[in-house]
């Protein structure tokens, strides 16, 4: 299983970014799909994730509401749609993918995941 995620950049306050995690060799169809993110000189967390049904989405309160998560089982990809940034939002995000078909209350843990991509760099500033 190989996960890329791309899409990050420099992105002023209250700009949107789209975020986007291909998958090679994995059918991220079957399986949920979480994004983290690392800020400098902070832990790794799990901000949202969704189910391969796409009925069951999570979000850390944190991001609720500006950010969304979507499948295109077409094309293997899961986007993380990032409205109204702000200075807090600058991290690596970082998606992964796990066995389960649909996240729970506890999504934010690593040990649901067992595929990770390499990160995308999201810088918010004016």
């Known amino acids: 299983v190989q996960l890329q995620a791309s899409g990050g950049g420099l992105v002023q306050p209250g700009g949107s970014l789209t975020l986007s995690c291909v998958a090679s060799g994995y059918n991220l169809g079957n399986s949920i799909v979480g994004w983290f993110r690392q800020a400098p000189g902070k832990e790794r967390e799990g901000i949202s994730c969704?189910?391969?049904?796409?009925?069951?989405?999570y979000y850390a309160s944190s991001v609720k509401g500006r950010f969304t998560m979507s499948r295109d089982n077409s094309k293997n990809t899961v986007f993380l749609q990032i409205n109204d940034l702000k200075a807090d939002d600058t991290a690596v995000y970082y998606c992964?993918?796990?066995?389960?078909?649909?996240?729970?209350?506890?999504?934010?843990?690593?040990?649901?995941?067992?595929?990770w991509g390499q990160g995308t760099q999201v810088t918010v500033s004016s």
């Open positions: 992964a993918t796990g066995s389960d078909r649909r996240c729970w209350d506890y999504f934010y843990r690593e040990s649901n995941y067992n595929a």
């Open positions: 969704i189910s391969a049904s796409d009925r069951s989405q």
